[in-house]
């Protein structure tokens, strides 16, 4: 079966630090993976998608970045933290192709920037 | 373009009694509609999925949801609440256009809460 980690659980970072959060998935090839971000009381939010090895999308401009790797490794990272990155963050993963459209997510990252 | 509204930002019941969080879709195709819970500081965990076969969809603990589209609804129902269903609950439709890489767009979340 498939599972998808994420860490650290949680995180409190200062102001202009760097930041990395790492997630990798098990049990599958070639995912799509997605980070996703959740601010206090609102929704989801897509940060980034990867098809593929080397291949990022961004949904939204921001202060962040994200990398992949390795085909099931997904990184998310800064280079220096603003406190609006606070927030509630999650990696997702769904099959790249076939007739199921889901994600599954991980258990989440709580960063706070102080 | 997809969305999805969730009529409620809060919704409460008493232990025992049915559960109803209501969501409306956009679409101008036949979407791909799922529902995630969320218990606090954890990740989301689907709970059913449409993909246009059976129009009542059954989903783990006792959750069921069903397709109107001349409504354009997604409710999710319980008939019997339990402390444990206590959590946000998130409608989600998939972007049709995203190609390979299902978008998904989510509701804003309804936060169900279940009084003894």
């Known amino acids: 079966s498939q599972t998808i980690h994420q860490w650290p659980a949680t995180l409190v970072q200062p102001v202009g630090s760097p930041l990395s959060l790492e997630c990798t998935v098990e049990?599958?090839?070639?995912?799509?993976l997605y980070w996703y971000r959740q601010a206090a009381g609102r929704g989801l939010q897509l940060l980034f998608y990867s098809v593929g090895i080397g291949q990022i999308s961004s949904e939204v401009p921001q202060n962040l970045s994200a990398s992949r790797p390795q085909d099931r490794q997904f990184i998310l990272s800064s280079k220096k933290l603003l406190l609006s990155d606070s927030g509630f963050y999650l990696c997702a993963w769904s099959v790249h192709k076939g007739l199921n459209p889901e994600a599954f997510f991980g258990q989440g990252t709580r960063l706070t920037v102080v | 373009a997809q969305s999805v509204t969730q009529l409620d930002s809060h919704v409460s019941v008493s232990e025992g009694t049915p559960v109803l969080l209501r969501c409306n879709y956009s679409?101008?195709?036949?979407?791909?509609l799922f529902w995630y819970v969320q218990h606090p500081n954890k990740g989301l965990q689907l709970l059913l999925k449409y993909t246009s076969a059976a129009t009542l969809v059954k989903g783990i603990n006792g959750f069921e949801a069903e397709f109107k589209k001349s409504e354009t609804s997604f409710h999710l129902t319980k008939p019997s609440a339990h402390m444990s269903d206590a959590a946000e609950y998130f409608c989600?439709?998939?972007?049709?256009?995203?190609?390979?890489?299902?978008?998904?767009?989510f509701g804003a979340g309804t936060r169900l809460a279940v009084h003894p």
């Open positions: 049990g599958t090839s070639n995912p799509n």
């Open positions: 989600v439709v998939r972007d049709l256009f995203s190609g390979g890489y299902n978008k998904l767009i």
């Open positions: 679409s101008s195709y036949s979407p791909s």
